[in-house]
């Protein structure tokens, strides 16, 4: 039986997540499903897994429209969704999970144990008969994979049409994946379609049957995955953003200045970088897939208290990885991603905001801070960035994505001076329209004349192509081979960023 | 990407009035209409007498719902405030009595808020324990040694003229009680509005994630919040015994229940879903002024209680319904 989605709209306050996706799943075959972050994957399955109600579109069961309206609906229609995180009570024993919510009961309050125990083997062996997992200890002190198998079993009680597995995978260490990949494969034989979410492309391209690749909330192509090699999936998975003004090239001479950041062994968490130099002047841009490292690597740059490295400089002066304060004081500022989560406070006045890393340039001694200071050097920085608003007075929230962008790279200009040797911008024109993200383009052009050290960590290829002098890509939490500025352009960064040599 | 850009709303009937503002002051304009209602019904409300009686009564809280007012903006949260101002309403009396000279006294009670306060942002910030858990079992704790250090009994007689004055006498024609809580009302607001120091407690509250990708040393100004509450609140127990003539173990409690109701009718105000210093300092007149006008209509206590717990209530629904109020 086949579950079809049609012209699914999905809009939320702001944003559209789904604009028009059309797909069908089937009973009998395991179906990829594969895009960046923010491509839609996740709305998607929580529509077809009865979590979320579409704005527009139907979800058509064997030719009839339905309404999910619930998990618990999607369930009844044959539907069940395994979540990333994992939906296991960590306290009670495999058994307990597997049939939570069925318990065998004895006169409806007394929980049959034996019989629960019974049930629950039975259930797994019945699926997976080569699968063997001790059911009476508690699933916190059993290894990820079996946790995994414990969901997919309980996720199977109910005989579904459709499993949703998102991420499964993703917390396994690499051994126990084969045993889980087998579980996957397995399930379509025995008349359960799977619907596949993973960042990991060899994963998709091993165990799926068709792929889906969404882009911006909208389709992009279904498609046997047999026809699909990886170098094509990462090209259609990759947002592209057009505008050719854009396409103004920093030339590659500004970048001359002497080291102002210098890595040897750099390890955090997993990403591990053996060797990196940052000059005045140069903007590097750092490019990956989703779980590349390169995200990570440029955070713990800033804020670097878990990192180890075996020397690490910063213009000239050897110091330790540490907390944002330390690192703002030998000269490292960020300018992070989800700039309402990171950086501002909506609540503020722009003025409030501009202020929040170098309050003193406002005070005249004693920590005594003087509004008319605060108002000039605020001015100053907000005529600086061309940011749009009334007045320094303004409230942060009013302004636009591209405005409150502005401040919060305002932030380190504002009383810095020359202070900031290596700045980081991660994302840095998400959510921003093209006139502002030119000027935010200028103004890092600006500030690497000024011979500030740039390292820029996005998903957007054509912003990466247009600013930086020099790529680092990054697969499997590494960095690869360096591209030069003459030999940018996309085919050479994908190439990169699926790990095959160009 | 989930934000717009919001151009303030100008309100259809109000025309020029922005919506922010009609929000910003209906607590006041609510304050001024109970002011207006007493005047005309209740005789005695509007006297020059009645009105240095809210002022005196008034004041204590007043100081607490300031000290508090530094948890909130930090998003810590002390309830061990009442118990707090009860140790140095009853740990002042009693070194008075045993004969140390009035400063030394004060200075014990301050320096007992000071431990109280580390105590608190130690298990807060160091150990990791949330506020509310903390301070409630801090409470607990004070509770007991309050006790302990009286034996259950109130601590009376003995107690020097000079400290009686400061709950009890008048200072050019005011009571010395409102010159302490009008000190304690500019100080906090200084503070708060016009320091590095109030900066930054606001800036962890507000956003916690930015305020240390900035750079903001967190930990230190979470534990700091805690530390004025703490402070705060002794000096309030010293006042309230000097006021009552007597140290009692357990005349701090109501301060606790009072000055969350402070902050929160504050919170209505102002900056709505922000803890402000004016703002606690209106929510206890809005506080005083009820007790009072209810006092002086005989109504009883219990019915006082009543009414504040349903203002309680209303404020923070108005609070909530119309910003994200995170307090915890």
């Given amino acids: 039986m086949d579950i079809r989605l049609t012209d699914i709209v999905m809009q939320f306050p702001g944003t559209r997540a789904l604009d028009g996706v059309s797909v069908t799943f089937r009973d009998d075959e395991v179906h990829g499903l594969i895009g960046e972050n923010g491509a839609g994957k996740s709305t998607l399955v929580n529509v077809l897994g009865g979590s979320l109600t579409p704005t527009t579109g139907q979800v058509v069961i064997g030719g009839r429209p339905v309404r999910l309206g619930s998990p618990h609906g999607a369930l009844t229609h044959g539907i069940a969704h395994v979540s990333q995180e994992g939906n296991l009570v960590s306290g009670l024993t495999g058994a307990e999970n597997i049939l939570l919510g069925h318990e065998p009961r004895l006169g409806g309050a007394l929980i049959r144990t034996r019989a629960l125990r019974r049930q629950a083997a039975d259930l797994l062996r019945e699926w997976f008969p080569r699968v063997s997992i001790d059911l009476s200890r508690p699933v916190g002190d059993l290894p990820m994979a079996e946790r995994k198998v414990i969901e997919i079993v309980r996720a199977l009680r109910g005989n579904p049409k459709i499993v949703i597995l998102d991420e499964p995978t993703a917390t396994l260490p690499a051994r126990e994946k084969e045993q889980l990949w087998q579980i996957i494969r397995s399930l379509p034989k025995r008349g359960v379609g799977v619907v596949l979410i993973s960042h990991f492309l060899s994963e998709i391209k091993a165990l799926s049957d068709t792929i889906t690749v969404l882009r911006d909330g909208r389709h992009i192509c279904t498609e046997p995955a047999a026809s699909l090699s990886e170098e094509k999936l990462v090209e259609l998975m990759l947002r592209r953003t057009g505008g050719a003004a854009l396409k103004a090239k920093t030339t590659a001479s500004e970048a001359q200045g002497p080291v102002v950041l210098m890595l040897r062994g750099w390890h955090v968490g997993a990403v591990e970088v053996p060797d990196f130099t940052l000059r005045a002047g140069e903007i590097v841009g750092l490019i990956g897939l989703t779980g590349a490292g390169h995200f990570g690597f440029a955070r713990s740059l800033h804020n670097s208290a878990g990192a180890r490295a075996a020397r690490m400089e910063v213009a000239g002066k050897a110091i330790a990885p540490g907390r944002p304060a330390q690192m703002q004081a030998a000269g490292v500022a960020l300018v992070p991603d989800h700039r309402m989560e990171y950086a501002l406070i909506g609540e503020w006045t722009l003025r409030e905001n501009l202020a929040m890393v170098h309050p003193e340039q406002g005070s005249i001694g004693a920590g005594i801070l003087s509004p008319r200071r605060e108002e000039a050097e605020a001015g100053r920085v907000m005529r600086l960035m061309n940011v749009k608003a009334h007045s320094s007075g303004q409230l942060l929230k009013e302004l636009s994505g591209g405005n409150k962008q502005k401040i919060s790279i305002g932030k380190w200009l504002y009383g810095a001076g020359e202070r900031y040797r290596v700045m980081i911008f991660i994302e840095p024109t998400e959510g921003v329209d093209i006139g502002a993200k030119t000027e935010i383009y200028a103004e890092m052009r600006r500030l690497a004349a000024t011979g500030v050290g740039i390292i820029i960590a996005s998903s957007d290829l054509l912003e990466i192509e247009s600013v930086a002098h020099r790529v680092i890509p990054f697969a499997n939490q590494r960095p690869g081979p360096e591209i030069p500025q003459e030999r940018f352009s996309e085919a050479i960064f994908i190439a990169a960023m699926s790990g095959t040599a160009a | ?328």
């Fill in chain 2, 1 to 328: 990407m989930s934000e717009i850009a919001t151009s303030p709303q100008i309100d259809r009937v109000f025309g020029l009035v922005r919506k922010d503002h009609i929000q910003r002051y209906s607590t006041l304009v609510v304050l001024a209409l109970m002011v207006l209602g007493f005047s005309l019904f209740v005789g005695r409300f509007l006297t020059s007498q009645n009105v240095m009686n809210i002022a005196q009564q008034i004041s204590m809280l007043t100081i607490v719902g300031a000290g508090l007012t530094f948890g909130f903006a930090a998003r810590e949260m002390d309830l061990s405030v009442g118990f707090t101002v009860g140790l140095a309403g009853v740990l002042v009396p009693l070194l008075l009595v045993g004969g140390t000279p009035l400063p030394l006294a004060l200075l014990a009670g301050l320096g007992a808020g000071l431990l109280v306060g580390l105590c608190n942002a130690f298990f807060v910030t160091v150990i990791g324990i949330p506020s509310l858990i903390a301070t409630l079992a801090a409470g607990s704790i004070l509770f007991g040694i309050n006790f302990l250090m009286t034996g259950g009994r109130a601590i009376y007689g003995g107690l020097p003229d000079s400290y009686l004055w400061l709950g009890q006498g008048r200072l050019l024609g005011i009571p010395v009680l409102a010159w302490f809580m009008l000190g304690a009302v500019a100080v906090a607001w200084f503070v708060m509005e016009r320091t590095i120091f109030g900066r930054y407690i606001y800036a962890v509250g507000g956003n916690q994630k930015a305020a240390e990708l900035s750079g903001v040393q967190v930990r230190r100004y979470r534990a700091a919040s805690l530390v004025v509450c703490s402070l705060f609140a002794v000096v309030a127990g010293m006042l309230l015994a000097a006021r009552l003539g007597s140290g009692q173990p357990n005349a701090g409690e109501r301060y606790l229940l009072d000055g969350l109701a402070t902050v929160f009718i504050g919170m209505t105000m102002l900056r709505p879903g922000t803890a402000t210093v004016l703002g606690t300092f209106f929510g206890a007149l809005f506080i005083g002024i009820i007790n009072n006008g209810l006092n002086l209509m005989g109504m009883d206590t219990y019915i006082q209680s009543i009414v504040k717990g349903a203002i309680i209530l209303v404020a923070v629904a108005v609070v909530s319904r119309s910003t994200k109020l995170n307090l915890l």
